[in-house]
């Protein structure tokens, strides 16, 4: 199956759903990098409580996420 990409009439390509899912893993890590080095920063940049941070920061994300679909629908 593919979908379509934004792009201007006459250039759209068909694109796989498989790299759909890589643009959005490859935004979720990076949104996830940027949170998990803010609360790392905000806790006074601890050493050896990354784990802990990148956990935080995907919970956080999540529900985010969660969040936004229940007030789509």
Do not use: T
Not at 58 to 72: D, I, N, P
């Amino acid at each position: 199956m593919y979908a379509r990409v934004c792009r201007p009439p006459g250039l759209i390509a068909p694109v796989s759903n498989g790299a759909i899912a890589r643009g959005f893993r490859i935004r979720h890590l990076s949104r996830c990098r940027a949170r998990a080095r803010q609360l790392w920063e905000e806790a006074g940049r601890p050493a050896g409580r990354d784990l802990d941070f990148w956990l935080r920061a995907e919970r956080e994300l999540a529900k985010g996420e969660a969040s936004h679909q229940l007030r789509a629908d």
